[in-house]
Structures are given as structure tokens and as C-alpha cells.
T-cell receptor
Framework: QQQVKQSPQSLIVQKGGISIINCAYENTAFDYFPWYQQFPGKGPALLIA?????SEKKEGRFTISFNKSAKQFSLHIMDSQPGDSATYFCAASGGEYSTLTFGKGTMLLVSP | NAGVTQTPKFQVLKTGQSMTLQCAQDMNHEYMSWYRQDPGMGLRLIHYSVGAGITDQGEVPNGYNVSRSTTEDFPLRLLSAAPSQTSVYFCASRTSGVKEQYFGPGTRLTVT
């Protein structure tokens, strides 16, 4: 049972464009929703995270939008740059020990 | 402050061999986890620990053993390696009360 569904699997965006990655979750006990960025050969690194008491969080060019009633959240990358080319994972956690459940990832390529 | 370190970086095993993947953190984090990453599958939790002497199973624990004798170290043991265990393994840690997880650089394991 996949608890966090992520789409699309891959995405090509032109430099300066907006990249949008979507995730949906099933478990209403989840209370923390991070996005991780991973470059080839590296471990995932936390990019931005949100809790369900807010609908949007912005950090620089990166924004998370959160829709609690629809159980969906998305990552928007404004003014996408070639250096943003990476794999992005959404995740969710909740419960006593807050282990992370990951989506399957989105490979983003920003063309120059 | 080295963060989360993993050794080795690469390893090739023959079917049936055993080995231990090492993970250490110097941030005094209580929580540590092991994930495996396979193409198109995201990161899946193998085992986790909420403190020295306390471990529990994640989503895909079969074929792996863990123990946590110190706060700093959380080794992952493969008792009898199988080709299905070919993957990239990531260790992560976080402190209690804070949900941000820090990932190590990973170990790429190939079982032939």
C-alpha cells in the first residue's frame, strides 16, 4: 500500500519556468510534510517542509502548497535554473516515532 | 562536525556472503534509520532506532539485522546477501522533538 503518491515521474522545464511536483497522501495521522532534493551520488537533503496547520510555505524560489481537505501537497520551483536539475522526493510522517514515508521521486531536468 | 557518515561507499558481494554497512553520527541524535533506494521506488525504510538498545522494523526488514549499542552508531547487517539486496543504502538521523532528518552519503551495494 503506497501511502504517498508522487507525480510526475519526470519533468522537463525550460530555464526560468515554473516546476510543479504533486503529492497525495492517505494517512490522516501524517503531520509533517517535507520535500527532499537529491543530486546524483549524494544523499537526500531537506529542501523545505510544512505542517498541516498552514496552507503555504515559501523559502526563496521554493514554495509548498498544502491542501488538507484534499490530502495533497505540491512543490513549486519558481524561475527554475539548470542547477535545480535533481530528483525530488516528497515525504510524510506522523505518529509516535515519526518515520518518513517517501514518494517515488520526480526527476527534474531544467534545460538551459 | 562530520554529520552522518557511512562506510563503505561502494561494495560488491557474492550471493550468500555477509557484511555490515556502517553508519555513524556525531550530532548526538537519538533517532537513526536505514533506508534503501531502488530506481522508481523512492526510499523505503528498513529498520530504525529511537535510542541505544531500541530498534524496530520498517517497511522492508527481511534479510537485514540491526543493533544499537551506542548513540553514535547504527550498523546494518546483511546475513546472507541476495541479488534482490542490490541497492543504494542510506542512513539518516534526527533528534527527538525535531522532525528534520539528516542523511548520509549512501553505500552502493551490488550482489552478484
Amino acid at each position: 500500500q503506497q501511502q504517498v503518491k508522487q507525480s510526475p515521474q519526470s519533468l522537463i522545464v525550460q530555464k526560468g519556468g515554473i516546476s510543479i511536483i504533486n503529492c497525495a497522501y492517505e494517512n490522516t495521522a501524517f503531520d509533517y510534510f517535507p520535500w527532499y532534493q537529491q543530486f546524483p551520488g549524494k544523499g537526500p537533503a531537506l529542501l523545505i517542509a510544512i505542517r498541516p496547520d498552514v496552507s503555504e510555505k515559501k523559502e526563496g524560489r521554493f514554495t509548498i502548497s498544502f491542501n488538507k481537505s484534499a490530502k495533497q501537497f505540491s512543490l513549486h520551483i519558481m524561475d527554475s535554473q539548470p542547477g535545480d536539475s535533481a530528483t525530488y522526493f516528497c515525504a510524510a510522517s506522523g505518529g509516535e516515532y515519526s518515520t518518513l514515508t517517501f514518494g517515488k521521486g520526480t526527476m527534474l531536468l531544467v534545460s538551459p | 562536525n562530520a554529520g552522518v557518515t557511512q562506510t563503505p561507499k561502494f561494495q560488491v558481494l557474492k550471493t550468500g556472503q555477509s557484511m555490515t554497512l556502517q553508519c555513524a553520527q556525531d550530532m548526538n541524535h537519538e533517532y537513526m534509520s536505514w533506508y534503501r533506494q531502488d530506481p522508481g521506488m523512492g526510499l523505503r525504510l528498513i529498520h530504525y532506532s529511537v535510542g541505544a538498545g531500541i530498534t524496530d522494523q520498517g517497511e522492508v526488514p527481511n534479510g537485514y539485522n540491526v543493533s544499537r549499542s551506542t548513540t553514535e552508531d547504527f550498523p546494518l547487517r546483511l546475513l546472507s546477501a541476495a541479488p534482490s539486496q542490490t541497492s543504494v543504502y542510506f542512513c539518516a538521523s534526527r533528534t527527538s522533538g525535531v522532525k528534520e532528518q539528516y542523511f548520509g552519503p549512501g553505500t552502493r551495494l551490488t550482489v552478484t
